[in-house]
């Protein structure tokens, strides 16, 4: 198995996804906690060309953006399969991975920006969850009937999302607009396969709020 580190914070969902990762294969392994106000030299080593979160170590050697860490995990470590065995199935679960990636900036801007780019962005986030409401319709996973790969990257919109809404009360997502992507994030949330993989919710909804809060009270 080797030597296994992880760098980033606990709060990050795409650090999480690593975790989740690793937790599905039972690799034990060191997390090392950044801070992203004053940049260890691990970090700024380790990922010299974006500077962020999360790097993950194997051997002592480093591995930058959280998905790639997924599947890269996911073929050198034993323990259950993450991506699926069929090569159809395979390429529709990095499919998802990536309009999920693509898509979060414009949704994460809704809570962090204000005025027209605000705007913008809930425009482009409805436009978003449309899509994910047709696609988890009588769905619990993304791909075929087992949780994998693009179950992982979809952490944001499963936990984060609703965090992000209820500590700041912008709100995008109601039952009545997209019924299908509620039934399916109830189910992500709730389920016993991932409650245990996922951080505490009251946890994060205390850091975000605080987080708001100061924003908030610095833009004054």
């Not at 809570?111 to 449309?130: H, I, S």
């Amino acid at each position: 198995m080797g030597d296994v580190k992880l760098l980033g914070l606990w709060y990050s969902p795409f650090v999480h996804r690593v975790e989740w990762a690793l937790k599905i294969k039972g690799v034990e392994y060191e997390f090392i906690e950044e801070n992203l106000q004053n940049k260890s030299p691990l970090l700024l080593e380790s990922n010299p060309i974006h500077k962020k979160i999360p790097v993950f170590f194997h051997n002592g050697k480093p591995i930058c953006e959280s998905m790639v860490i997924v599947e890269y995990i996911d073929e050198a470590f034993e323990g259950p399969s993450i991506l699926p065995k069929d090569p159809y199935d395979r390429a529709i679960a990095r499919f998802w991975a990536k309009f999920l990636d693509d898509k979060l900036q414009a949704i994460g801007k809704t809570f962090f920006f204000k005025g027209e780019e605000q705007e913008k962005a809930k425009g482009e986030a409805y436009e978003t969850l449309k899509v994910l409401d047709n696609e988890v319709k009588d769905k619990k996973f993304f791909v075929a009937d087992k949780f994998g790969f693009a179950d992982i990257a979809a952490n944001f919109v499963g936990l984060w999302l609703g965090v992000f809404e209820e500590a700041t009360g912008i709100v995008l997502v109601t039952r009545e607009k997209f019924p299908n992507f509620c039934a399916w994030r109830d189910e992500y949330i709730n389920c016993t396969q991932n409650k245990e993989y996922l951080p505490p919710r009251d946890e994060l909804l205390a850091h975000f709020q605080a987080r708001f809060q100061a924003a908030a009270a610095a833009s004054k």
